[in-house]
Structures are given as structure tokens and as C-alpha cells.
């Protein structure tokens, strides 16, 4: 379980993040969408430890990403591609990700079987292409065979068929019994890919609900996604559609 509350970070003057709540339940892919800035990959940074909030909190099982014990066994993250020292190749890499975790070396192995990579483990990651980087991020990720995973961008420089082993990827996971949270700027992606949806506009909320509830009325959830954002810069709230009179309700689902 990933459980955000009131999370705000400012740069400056700038508000990255507002008073942002929502919970990520284990069981189903979470989608997370939102325009270009407007605070997904801030977010997902707090939730890993790796940007200290101004405000609120964000808790993995509970505590704080710095409060646990076993990272990598707990929670695994594809935030960016190249994290990876360029002259060591993707067996390497790992290898020294599991001697710090205190991962068996066995999962090295295990893991680049899983991402395709087993036949390339031992070149320069380096040399990797963009898809290539992120099968080797998504090991990582998958290392500690944890329970909570944060995928940012997953499908980035993928191919179709690429795309469509993430898609198949994030819903294993999920039918596994794991916290699974995808931000993806691929709405038509996201379609057949998530159950529930987190989406946000500015760092505020604007809906938390599923798939099937934004979609009601018979539309495309590309539709339903533009039409919900349109307003963000002067909406705020939890709506899966902007109010447009005094007498409109929240619609909100879990």
C-alpha cells in the first residue's frame, strides 16, 4: 500500500505538489496521469525518499521510505532509465544492487531472464539503447521481489512489442497481490493497462476513481482525460468532472 497525505513541495515560488492525497491499494494497476509538470514525477520522488516534502507525508506499508528496513525488498522504482554506471555491464549492475540489498545473486539472473536481457547481460550498459534501458531499470526494480513498485514512464523508447510486454508486465504484478503505481502520459496506454486512476492537475487532485467510472458516459478515456484536465489550473478538488454549478457534487470511488 502506497498512502500520500496532503503532500506539498515547492521550488521557489513554483508549487510542484499541493496538499495531494491518495492511496495506491495493492491487487490493481494504478494509473497516475497528469499534463507535462504537472507533478507526477515530483511526487513519485517524495514517495522514494529522494525529494523531502514541504508538507504531509507519503508512506510505503506505513513508514516512510527512509524507515525501511530492507529497501529493495519492500519497494522497487523505475524513475529514470540511465541510472546506471555506463562501464559496467547490466550483470554488474544488478550484481552490485543485490550486494547492497542483500538480495540473493541468484535473482540477478532471474530478473534479466524476466526483461529480456539475458543475452546481452554481460555488454556495456553503455551501449544499451533507451528500451533496452529501461528492461534493465525495470530489473532493478523487480530485484528485491518486493511488494510496492513505482514504474515512471515505463514504456519509453519501447517498441510495440515492447510496450505490449510492460502492459502484461504491470498486470501480472498486480494479479500477484502487489502495490502496483504506472505514470504513463500514453492515455490510450493507460486504457488498457490500469484499473484505477490517480490523476492530477498543478499538484492538486482531480480525480482518484477507476477506469470504468471516468468512462461512464460512453466516451474514450483520452476524452474523459482532456476534458477533465481542462480546468486544472482553476479547479480543485477530487471530481471526475469539473463542478459547473453551485448544486454539483464530488464523484469520487475506491
Known sequence: MISVHRLTKRYGRAVAVEEL??????????????????????????????????????LIGGRPYAELT???????ALLE????????????????LAAGGGIPRARVGEVLETVGLSEVAHRRAGTFSLGMSQRLGIAGALLGDPGVLLFDEPVNGLDPEGVRWIRDL?????AEGRTVLVSSHLISEMALTAEHLVVIGQGRLLADTTVAELTADGGSLEEAFFRLTSGSAAYRGTNVTPPTSASSSPRRTR
Open 21 to 58: 492525497s491518495f492511496d495506491v491499494a495493492p491487487g490493481a494497476v494504478t494509473g497516475f496521469l497528469g499534463p507535462n509538470g504537472s507533478g507526477k514525477s515530483t511526487t513519485m520522488r517524495m514517495i522514494m525518499g529522494l525529494d523531502a516534502p514541504d508538507a504531509g507525508q507519503a
Open 70 to 76: 530492507w529497501p529493495l525488498r519492500e519497494v522497487g
Open 170 to 174: 504491470m498486470k501480472s504484478l498486480a
Open 81 to 96: 532509465a540511465r541510472t546506471y554506471h555506463p562501464g559496467r555491464s547490466a550483470h554488474q549492475h544488478l550484481s552490485a
